[in-house]
């Protein structure tokens, strides 16, 4: 069992940067890939992007290529999200997710097997 707690959402303008943390404690934070997804009101689960457990591959959706930036600290047991020049449509509960095969980068909620609680990011214009 893993568990995921994520922090660092909030408000801001449009053009502004927010930095996601998600702590993982239970299980070898090593042994797993990472992944960021996120969901707006009214919409389904979206992939965001994903880190290998050794972080030397990464992949992005098409929305948030160029802007945002996965990176992970196995030391510390943490991914993160830096997110710049973030614009009114990146409105959602944010939700960092932990795979358990570590050799591919997966996309699909379904391939990930723990979850974070979610934290909310809410950019105006």
């Given at each position: 069992?893993?568990?995921?707690?994520?922090?660092?959402?909030?408000?801001?303008?449009?053009?502004?940067?927010?930095?996601?943390?998600?702590?993982?404690?239970?299980?070898?934070?090593?042994?797993?890939?990472?992944?960021?997804?996120?969901?707006?009101?009214?919409?389904?689960?979206?992939?965001?992007?994903?880190?290998?457990?050794?972080?030397?591959?990464?992949?992005?959706?098409?929305?948030?290529?160029?802007?945002?930036?996965?990176?992970?600290?196995?030391?510390?047991?943490?991914?993160?999200?830096?997110?710049?020049?973030?614009?009114?449509?990146?409105?959602?509960?944010?939700?960092?997710?932990?795979?358990?095969?570590?050799?591919?980068?997966?996309?699909a909620p379904v391939s990930y097997d723990y979850w974070g609680q979610g934290?909310?990011?809410?950019?105006?214009?």
């Amino acid at each position: 069992q893993v568990q995921l707690v994520e922090s660092g959402g909030g408000s801001v303008q449009a053009g502004g940067s927010l930095r996601f943390s998600c702590a993982a404690s239970g299980r070898t934070f090593s042994n797993y890939a990472m992944g960021w997804f996120r969901q707006a009101p009214g919409k389904g689960q979206e992939f965001v992007a994903a880190i290998l457990w050794s972080g030397g591959r990464t992949t992005y959706a098409d929305s948030v290529k160029g802007r945002f930036t996965i990176s992970r600290d196995n030391a510390k047991s943490t991914v993160y999200l830096q997110m710049n020049s973030l614009k009114p449509e990146d409105t959602a509960v944010y939700y960092c997710a932990a795979d358990r095969n570590t050799w591919v980068l997966h996309t699909a909620p379904v391939s990930y097997d723990y979850w974070g609680q979610g934290t909310q990011v809410t950019v105006s214009s």
